[in-house]
């Protein structure tokens, strides 16, 4: 049995906490201008909100502000927006060292900040002391326990919304609230993300790491572990994930897969007596000798990879390039009408 995919809510009817949340008339201020926060204030800008982008450095701000603009020329040269429409999209973000104007006018501030818990504290606390008894805060954190550092004040008016690099192409944010406070919010926060063009999925309590980081850190186990114990090079190990369970997961999923596999058959494979878990350890040695020779991934020029005299911006357009090409075909599987169900 198909299903058909969830409307997105006309954005005239959304509402964040007590206050209606409209495009052209509601503001959005995003804190931090790293790896994140442009490409989320691209996200809203382009549908039509009031943005402030807000860092402390002016260095950070520029590049940050130079990212956002990279990622809506994309978009054009992709041809998912046109030249009009991302030049308004720009014209609707205003940039600031500083952020108390931007937080005392929000009615959605989404922190970006580093990930530290001191970092994150502050920021709260200055949202609690000058931001609108009113304004609703989306933390990004990939981990912390964001309610246990903010003001009681908050309470009700803070969720986690934890999206996915690069922002503004990969569709999921994971929610995250603090029941039973939160529960209207979360249903609010997701039904805005949807407007935005983006896949939510709640969360029913606190984790460490939330569910995709926490898949990919036990994938990332087995990954070193088998390249380390000289099983398979880098490259053959991601034509192999390429050709086998990536798709495979694009339509199934990882929890309706043991279906098609059968579940007497995964209860055998799991009893297996002959397989070993990876060892634990810490930090993998593949990836901590890389570090030590300062080989950093795409912004050094080499990781597992070497990626000759090209510059980060090309190596990420040509991945956003893909990514888009992928979720163009592919989008269809994440929350429209699957196989079966
Ligand atoms: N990088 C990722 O792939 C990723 C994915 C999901 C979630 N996250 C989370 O998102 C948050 C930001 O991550 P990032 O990778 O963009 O970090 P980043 O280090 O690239 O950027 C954080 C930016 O915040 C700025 N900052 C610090 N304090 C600030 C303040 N008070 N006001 C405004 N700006 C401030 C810093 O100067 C820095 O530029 C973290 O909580 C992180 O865990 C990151």
Known sequence: MTSLPPLAPATSDLQLGSQPFTPGTSRVTVLG???MGPGIALVFAEHGYQV???EIHETGLAKGMQSLRDGLALKVSEQLLTQEA?????????SHVGSDVAIARADLVIEAVSENKEVK?????TIARIGKPTVITWSNTSSLDVFALSDASMRGRLVVAHWFAPAQIIPLVEVVGSAPHTDTLMQQTCEVLRAVGKTPVR???????FVINRLQRLLGREIFHLLESGVISPEDMDIAVRASIAPRMQVLGVVQRYDFTGLGLSVRNFRDPDFQDPPFEEV???LLDRVNDGHLGVATGQGFFDYGTQTMLELQNERDRHLYRVMERLSHYVDGPRPVR
């Open 86 to 94: 991302a030049d308004a999209a720009l014209a609707r973000v205003q």
């Open 284 to 286: 993998p040695k593949h």
């Open 33 to 35: 201008a790293g790896v």
């Open 203 to 209: 969360l029913n309590k606190m984790v460490n790491g």
């Open 52 to 54: 402030d982008l807000c």
């Open 121 to 125: 504290r502050q920021v709260f606390d």
